[in-house]
C-alpha cells in the first residue's frame, strides 16, 4: 500500500513559477513509476508529466521546457518545478504511483495561474 500526499500548490501570476512534491508512505518507493496528472475544470484528466523507476521522464507536450519532473527516493518524494506558468496550467495536479497492476492516487492540490 502506497499512500501519496501533495503540496505546493497555490495562486501564482502568469509567467510564474511554483514547485509541487508528493511525499509517499509505505515500501519501495524507488521501484514505483510516478507521475504528475492534471485536471481541469469540466476536462480530462491528463498526464503532464512522468518519471519511471530508472529515471526517465517523458512530458506533456504543452508543458515541455516549462516543467521539470524529479524525484529522490531516499526522500520517497517526487516534485514538479513548473515555470512559465500560463492560465491554462490552472488545475488539479494529482500525483500518481504505478508498478504493474498496482496504482494509487494523492489527494490532488490546485493550482490556479492568474493576474
Known amino acids: 500500500q502506497v499512500q501519496l500526499v501533495e503540496s505546493g500548490g497555490g495562486l501564482v501570476q502568469p509567467g510564474g513559477s511554483l514547485s509541487l512534491s508528493c511525499a509517499a508512505s509505505g515500501r519501495l518507493f524507488s521501484i514505483y513509476n510516478m507521475g504528475w496528472y492534471r485536471q481541469a475544470p469540466g476536462k480530462q484528466r491528463e498526464l503532464v508529466a512522468s518519471i519511471t523507476s530508472g529515471g526517465s521522464t517523458n512530458y506533456l507536450d504543452s508543458v515541455k521546457g516549462r516543467f521539470t519532473i524529479s524525484r529522490d527516493n531516499a526522500k520517497k518524494t517526487v516534485y514538479l518545478q513548473m515555470s512559465s506558468l500560463k492560465a491554462e496550467d490552472t488545475a488539479v495536479y494529482y500525483c500518481?504511483?504505478?508498478?504493474?497492476?498496482?496504482?494509487?492516487w494523492g489527494q490532488g492540490t490546485q493550482v490556479t495561474v492568474s493576474s
Open positions: 500518481h504511483a504505478d508498478r504493474g497492476s498496482l496504482a494509487y
